[in-house]
């Protein structure tokens, strides 16, 4: 059976390659801007699943599909991926010294007759206190320009947690413990793949 990473994000696909799942990669189209959800859960939640569903609908024959979206919240404010390196160094500065919330929405779509699976991964990261210099210095390496809330966790960005509950996977992008349990009523068992 195919199963298929509805994400162009490399840190997933380095995620699953990571516990030895054979996927194929088909990057969702569904545009963000169509959900408008106040509750940060049912957001991420409702994305994934769209994500997922827009790339099953466009697969043929017996497929898994899996869909996922992750957000950073600061003081139930959503922080996004940054436009420029002045908001990049403003994301930053906001959320030094401070514990944050890392929420990732996770689907999962059997083809052709479902089931339709979605949950939710949350995690809490606690920054350390940074000095503008310090912030200048992570900002100038380009790292934190692609990445919701300005920063990396499995890269330079790790020098910046001073603490993080919860799982560390979801903060990168993709909860695997959370995944590899609904991966099994599917059929699908990650450590019986991880082994072949």
Do not use: C, W
């Amino acid at each position: 059976m195919r199963f298929i990473l509805a994400s162009s994000s490399p840190r997933r696909s380095d995620l699953l390659n990571q516990i030895g799942l054979d996927f194929e990669v088909i990057p969702s189209r569904f545009d963000e801007s169509q959900v408008n959800a106040s509750d940060p859960v049912e957001l991420v939640r409702t994305l994934a699943r769209e994500k997922a569903g827009t790339v099953a609908s466009e697969v043929e024959g017996e497929a898994v599909v899996l869909g996922a979206d992750t957000i950073v919240l600061l003081d139930d404010e959503i922080l996004g991926k940054p436009r420029d390196e002045a908001e990049a160094r403003s994301m930053l500065g906001r959320l030094a010294g401070r514990t944050h919330r890392v929420l990732t929405g996770v689907a999962l779509i059997r083809r052709p007759n479902g089931p339709i699976l979605v949950e939710h991964e949350e995690t809490a990261v606690t920054m350390r206190n940074l000095t503008p210099g310090q912030i200048a210095a992570y900002v100038a390496s380009g790292e934190p320009m692609d990445k919701a809330g300005a920063y990396a966790v499995q890269g330079l960005g790790s020098v910046l947690v001073e603490r993080l509950q919860g799982d560390y996977f979801n903060v990168v992008g993709l909860p695997l413990p959370r995944l590899a349990l609904m991966l099994e009523p599917l059929g699908l068992d990650v450590l019986g793949v991880a082994a072949r």
